[in-house]
């Protein structure tokens, strides 16, 4: 059992910036994909990015050179630093964990998840 708890989301002006954390418990951290995903009212859960054991990272489209994921497996920590913020970023900003993954933009394929942080970004 892991657990993952979400923090830093917040409102924000459109061009600003948020870094968001998520610690996960467990001793194995380091040995696990860490994704993070957004919903926004009314729509399916989106795949934001996800960083590997090695560090290496993966993010969707729409925030590549905005968003940038980072992790320390010391802290058992995984960070999201969002920069240039837009409305359309607005959402419930979960971190989920995968001990294997083939499919990383899919959220079936993570084995657990935060209960999420709230994202607001006005125009």
């Known amino acids: 059992q892991v657990q993952l708890i979400e923090s830093g989301g917040g409102l924000v002006q459109a061009g600003g910036s948020l870094r968001l954390s998520c610690a996960a418990s467990?001793?194995?951290?380091?040995?696990?994909?860490m994704g993070w995903f957004r919903q926004a009212p009314g729509k399916e859960r989106e795949f934001v990015g996800v960083i590997s054991r090695s560090g290496s990272t993966y993010s969707a489209e729409s925030v590549k050179g905005r968003f940038t994921i980072s992790r320390d497996n010391a802290k058992n920590l995984v960070y999201l630093q969002m920069n240039s913020l837009k409305p359309e970023d607005t959402g419930v900003y979960y971190c989920?964990?995968?001990?294997?993954?083939?499919?990383?933009?899919?959220?079936?394929?993570?084995?657990?998840w935060g209960q999420g942080t709230q994202v607001t970004v006005s125009s």
């Open positions: 989920a964990v995968a001990e294997s993954l083939s499919a990383p933009r899919t959220a079936n394929g993570y084995d657990y």
């Open positions: 467990g001793r194995t951290f380091s040995s696990y994909y």
